[in-house]
């Protein structure tokens, strides 16, 4: 950074110099200015006394005048020359001068020629004229020659002022690289002293939590003693409390044992009701075997008698609750109770005598009389999937009660629920009529499992025998 700093310095040094040069040079164009003013002035006096010559009187001693003043023009046009080799930079400005110039010369031409046709006259004017001519001629070719000098040193200065400018430039552009540099070397320094500070902060952090590690460490080593002398006041409470689980555990083993033979009680008895009814159990379970569904998270034994036997009678005991739950749900879809308070039964399921036909015929419900506007309940709860007119059942409602268990009931005088109604054990459902092919007012009940009829009958003792074990 020292150093690239060092370079701006010189740079920009260098850049003052040629600024003060640049100056300097334009100070010179001015004098040269000045200069060429006084040349075209002498100019000027020379055209006026090579206007004079036409007297003819006074021609030998202004040619004499003339020639001094002509030597002292060329003196002058010498230091001028000599002052031009200093010019580096912008001749344009003469540009206008020499062209003035130019024509002041033209103008000279013509006037020599006019002085041509005077002199002519006489011999003596002639060689007088033919003398001036001379004198012209050779001003007019230094004159013309200066003015080449002038048009390829203005050229030359030109190109050095088109260098110049390009080398400034350049210079300009290196410095704006520099500062981009610099500024980006200052930035990164930045953040180095940023992750600095960071790092120290973090190592003054560390040293504390050290310090802090230490205190724990001293104080973990008392703790651990301590922890020493209460191990072995424990190791004897355990020795005791293992005494007392092993009592405790005969205890639980005897409480198991008592329940699960409780819970399969239960489960014959309810296995018993399903037996009844006519339906397979195993399909009204479904497809899961629940005898041997088991599962849990895994936690070694250890090697003692009584906790293995202990665990065996709970997991026995886990299999008949969850069978005893699954046959709870299933008996709690089934129709076991009547869907009539009192009733006689005129029709029974199967075979009969058509009651307006007289014709044998096969009866796929159970005729339950009762008088008119009798109120008729679900006999387990379900959902209304039909509830109008159906032909000769007149009006009828059908209830889903999940298992693929349907019942239904026809020939009704009044609906009390609507298709898609949810309805609950022993909810009022319709009213006994006479509706549709119906001889008097009873109620047509039907059960179905999987859409095949089966005898009502059958689940009414099933229910029965649920109750007088309850």
Excluded at 198 to 208: C, D, F, T, Y
Aim: aromatic share 4%; glycine share 6%.
């Amino acid at each position: 950074m020292l150093a690239t700093e060092q370079r701006l310095a010189d740079k920009d040094s260098a850049i003052e110099e040629q600024k003060i040069e640049y100056f300097s040079l334009l100070q010179q164009v001015g004098e040269y200015h000045n200069e060429f003013s006084k040349i075209t002035k002498n100019l000027q006096e020379n055209q006026e006394q090579l206007l004079s010559l036409l007297d003819g009187d006074h021609i030998s001693e202004e040619t004499a005048a003339e020639q001094v003043h002509l030597k002292s023009s060329e003196d002058e046009r010498a230091r001028v020359a000599l002052a031009r080799q200093a010019l580096e930079d912008k001749f344009k400005q003469f540009e206008g001068d020499l062209e003035s110039i130019a024509g002041k010369n033209l103008a000279l031409e013509t006037q020599a020629k006019q002085l041509r046709q005077v002199l002519e006259t006489s011999e003596e004017e002639r060689s007088k004229a033919a003398l001036a001519k001379k004198m012209m001629s050779e001003k007019l070719a230094e004159v013309q020659t200066e003015l080449e000098r002038f048009v390829q040193k203005n050229a030359l200065l030109e190109d050095e002022k088109q260098a110049l400018d390009n080398s400034l430039d350049e210079l300009n552009d290196e410095l704006a690289s520099l500062k981009g540099q610099l500024s980006e070397r200052a930035e990164l320094v930045a953040e180095q002293q940023a992750q600095m500070t960071s790092l120290l902060e973090g190592k003054r952090v560390a040293l504390q939590e050290a310090e802090k590690v230490g205190q724990k460490l001293h104080e973990t080593a008392l703790y651990s003693e301590q922890l020493e002398n209460e191990n072995t006041e424990l190791a004897n409470e355990v020795d005791s409390l293992k005494n007392s689980l092993v009592e405790v555990s005969n205890i639980q083993l005897e409480l198991v044992e008592r329940l699960t033979e409780r819970s399969k009680s239960s489960v014959d008895v309810i296995e018993k009701t399903v037996a009844m009814t006519g339906l397979n159990l195993e399909t009204l379970l479904g497809s899961d075997n629940l005898e041997t569904g088991q599962g849990g998270p895994y936690i070694p034994l250890e090697d003692n008698q009584e906790t293995a036997e202990l665990e065996a009678s709970v997991a026995l005991l886990d299999m008949q609750l969850v069978r005893w739950e699954a046959l709870q749900d299933v008996v709690g879809k089934l129709p076991l109770t009547t869907p009539l308070d009192q009733y006689r039964v005129t029709s029974s399921f199967g075979k009969r005598r058509d009651p307006v036909t007289g014709k044998t015929s096969v009866h796929n419900g159970l005729d339950m009389a009762a008088p008119m506007k009798s109120s008729i309940y679900a006999p387990a709860p379900g959902k209304v999937v039909y509830a109008g007119w159906r032909g000769r059942y007149g009006r009828m409602v059908e209830i889903d009660h999940g298992n693929g268990i349907r019942t239904r009931y026809g020939h009704l005088r009044k609906l009390l629920v609507t298709q898609g109604q949810e309805v609950a054990h022993n909810e009022k459902i319709a009213l006994l009529g006479n509706s549709g092919r119906s001889t008097g007012p009873h109620v047509h009940y039907e059960i179905l499992f999987n859409g095949n009829p089966v005898d009502p009958r059958k689940f009414l003792l099933a229910g029965k025998n649920v109750f007088k074990v309850q």
